[in-house]
């Protein structure tokens, strides 16, 4: 692989993140999850109306709006009203930009390379989307379901009834677990949503790769929690945490070492 091709990939792949950043922010509302802001009601989708800073609702300037660069020109505050704008723009961005990176130097310059990205895509859309709301949207979660199985019969990363299997027992290993939870505690531990994560996970990784995935997500986010608790925020058994974006980074890792480590499966 060239390092102008690199190059080139990795452009596409900030734009790319750009426009994830606004599915990001509008997604959900756009799906009926959170209420929008006052004077966001009317004629509201993914392209309209333009970029705007979250505070002063002034229109951002079109060379503030590249990706990263702009992030930077504007040194995170609002060319206007220099309210900070959140660092996860330009997180995402970045985020993507070393996705589509990382897709190109494991599965090469092939259709498998932008199978993965896309999954890759969705997963970081999702992880920020549970962050910020505490919602895994439907709209996400069972197209990528359905593009995991699609990818494994145009791409094989498993075989196709591995991922099948995978899809049907991911959901319902976290479904079960969730239905259990819900019947001995008396209130929800597991949102739905994550269920439906992990069965799109199986879906694009095989069931073999289910096993590991929970286990490193359970750490990552027993980390998460140690690492807010550090910082004197004040948990409990019954303190909602999303367990969606730990999900959506262990399968990434999983379904990435099942091919560059050769026999990290088995
Ligand atoms: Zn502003």
Redesign the pocket.
């Known amino acids: 692989m060239s390092l102008f091709h690199s190059i080139w990939i990795a452009l596409t792949g900030l734009a790319i993140g750009s426009f994830l950043n606004v599915v990001i922010y509008r997604g959900p509302i756009i799906w009926g999850l959170v209420e929008p802001l006052e004077g966001q009601k009317t004629n509201f989708n993914l392209a309209f109306p333009r970029s705007h ?6 229109q951002i300037k079109a060379h503030h709006l590249i990706p990263l660069m702009g992030y930077l020109l504007i040194k995170g505050h ?6 900070k704008i959140s660092p996860l723009y330009p997180m995402i961005e970045l985020a993507a930009l070393l996705a589509s990176l990382l897709a190109l130097w494991v599965w090469g310059f092939s259709g498998a390379a932008f199978g993965a990205f896309i999954l890759f895509c969705f997963l970081l859309c999702l992880a920020a989307i549970d962050a910020r709301t505490g919602y895994l949207p439907d709209a996400l979660t069972l197209p990528l379901l359905w593009l995991g199985l699609g990818a494994n019969y145009l791409w094989s990363f498993v075989p196709l009834a591995d991922a099948v299997i995978g899809a049907v027992c991911g959901y319902g290993a976290l479904a079960l677990l969730a239905f259990f939870y819900r019947r001995f505690r008396g209130h929800d531990g597991l949102g739905g949503g994550d269920a439906k994560l992990l069965g799109a996970l199986g879906a694009w990784a095989g069931w073999m790769a289910l096993p590991p995935i929970l286990m490193i997500a359970a750490i990552l986010a027993l980390v998460w929690i140690g690492f807010l608790a550090l910082r004197g925020k004040q948990i409990s058994a019954t303190t909602a945490l999303p367990f969606g974006p730990s999900l959506a980074l262990a399968g990434a890792l999983v379904f990435t070492a099942q091919k560059a480590i050769p026999d990290f499966m088995f």
């Open positions: 800073c979250p505070h002063c609702k002034t609002c060319a206007h009203c220099h309210k």
